[in-house]
Nanobody, 117 residues
Framework: VQLQASGGGMVQAGGSLRLSCEAP????????MAWYRRAPGKQRELVAA???????NYSDSVKGRFTIARDNAKNTMYLHMNSLKAEDTAVYYCRASAYVVGPGGYWGRGTQVTVSS
């Protein structure tokens, strides 16, 4: 099973991007969907997650700037990123899993986000 992530690119600090992640319906409808990122030289970190019912949580570093959303009709999750900073530069991955914490689940290929200062 492969999730399809897209929408990365290069943007100046203060700009915005929207990432998308499409999953098969059987996966999307029952799982927590989440975005992770890995910056150069750093460990992968959870950015934001959204449950099947729409509950969300965010890392402190993106709270107030990023918004996670899901469109159940399109089996697609989004990450709206505003007020981007250089430290947001990373490869962003989407994941579908039963729980945010713990192993397993399904991953998408990463999409690069580069923020220039």
């Amino acid at each position: 099973v492969q999730l399809q992530a897209s929408g990365g690119g290069m943007v100046q600090a203060g700009g915005s991007l929207r990432l998308s992640c499409e999953a098969p319906r059987t996966i999307f409808s029952v799982n927590v969907m989440a975005w992770y990122r890995r910056a150069p030289g750093k460990q992968r970190e959870l950015v934001a997650a959204i449950s099947a019912s729409g509950s969300t949580n965010y890392s402190d570093s993106v709270k107030g700037r990023f918004t996670i959303a899901r469109d159940n009709a399109k089996n697609t999750m989004y990450l709206h990123m505003n007020s981007l900073k250089a430290e947001d530069t990373a490869v962003y991955y989407c994941r579908a899993s039963a729980y945010v914490v713990g192993p397993g689940g399904y991953w998408g290929r990463g999409t690069q986000v580069t923020v220039s200062s």
